[in-house]
């Protein structure tokens, strides 16, 4: 018997008789319009939700297998035989809200859980329930002293940032690569994702700097794109066209002209993935790994051990130091690939505001 297609394989094409089910290129790229990174976190979030329900007896069967295009499949179960969607999901935000689990990581639980309902067909999820329990979990985290403060990428200032690359060996690859990674990082405001996703093609080189392309970007849903202007510097171990210039060099010794632009290298100097390493065939370098490699110069630098310093440090370091040093907040988040109101961007921009524009500042206290 042929197996019937999934909610999320059929759309209508007129009368209920006439379906039609979606090609393999066309599920592909379907599921290629969410950014990896975020359908790895849904697919998780919404396994530990059906599971949750299957331990309840919400459902019959266990969640099926696959990602979260499949595990749509399982919610669909629960819509067609199940009790109130409603309900069942504000008992199970309650629940995580019981484990203690960050107010974040519940409103992400319920953004996966709200695309699988769209996925199986059913329209928008109903979160009137939910979103209640979770502004009051949110009062009673504040009332009782957990959780007021979120912990915040610590921005890599220029002095953080030349105390990095002064840490490094520019006389072995990992030492060129790790300073045009913070350079090039801190200097196009990029996420650490934009930075793993950068390819050699992506770097042109003008008489008044570098131009680097970025391709996509997490806010840029359709890949419209940008283009990231970087003048030189005047400090050459923190010029972005410079460090740009020795890694490509360092690079092509190693006969790459083309494909990733930050490639893994092994403990005897070798570049990209070897026959016995994993990772992507190309070697690129992952977005995590991008963030250890600022965690781990942070460290060897000699930084403040208890800041949070990650990928998103570079980021939120470019944002705060071009904001003081007197560039318009628009001029930066255009820069950066900020989302239009770029809500976040004024978020750095107050932490510096809080004391360089405080209005007690002179009052005569």
């Known amino acids: 018997m042929t197996a019937s297609p999934e909610p999320s394989d059929i759309i209508a094409t007129g009368p209920a008789s006439r379906q039609l089910t979606l090609s393999a290129a066309t599920r592909d790229r379907l599921r290629r319009a969410m950014p990896e990174s975020t359908r790895r976190a849904y697919t998780g979030d919404l396994r530990r939700f059906l599971t949750w329900c299957a331990g309840r007896r919400l459902l019959t069967t266990s969640p099926p297998a696959g990602e979260v295009d499949e595990l749509a499949a399982g919610l669909h179960t629960l819509l067609t035989n199940g009790p109130d969607i409603h309900l069942v999901v504000t008992e199970y935000v309650n629940t995580l809200a019981d484990a203690g689990r960050a107010p974040a990581s519940i409103e992400r639980a319920l953004a996966a859980i709200a695309a699988a309902h769209r996925a199986a067909g059913a329209g928008a999820l109903p979160t009137e329930g939910p979103r209640a329990v979770l502004r009051a979990y949110r ?19 220029i002095s953080a940032l030349r105390a990095m690359v002064s840490v490094l060996d520019r006389s072995t690859p990992g030492g060129v690569r790790d300073t045009a990674l913070l350079v090039l990082g801190f ?3 990029a996420r650490r994702s934009e930075l793993a996703a950068l390819d050699i093609a992506d770097l042109a080189f003008t008489p008044d700097g570098l131009e680097v392309t970025v391709r996509t970007a997490k806010t840029d849903r359709d890949s419209i794109g940008r283009t990231a202007a970087l003048p030189w510097g005047t400090h050459p171990h923190t010029c972005p066209v410079r460090t740009a210039q020795a890694w490509l060099s360092t690079l092509a010794e190693h006969g790459r002209i083309s494909g990733p632009l930050l490639v893994r290298i092994d403990r005897h100097g070798r570049l990209g993935r070897v026959p016995t390493g994993r990772g992507s065939a190309d070697g690129r370098l992952t977005g995590q790994a991008v963030a250890l490699i600022v965690a781990r110069t942070a460290s060897a630098a000699d930084l403040d051990p208890r800041a949070a310093w990650s990928g998103h440090s570079l980021r939120r370091g ?29 978020g750095y921009i107050e932490d510096i505001n809080r004391w360089q524009a405080n209005p007690l500042t002179g009052v005569g206290l």
């Open 139 to 157: 009062r009673d985290r504040a009332t009782s002293g957990t959780g007021v403060r979120v912990r915040k990428a610590t921005p890599v200032t």
């Open 187 to 189: 200097a196009m405001g």
């Open 318 to 346: 470019f944002a705060t130091e071009t904001y003081r040093a007197g560039a318009d907040p628009l001029r930066i988040a255009r820069a950066g690939g900020w989302k239009d109101g770029f809500t976040t961007l004024y």
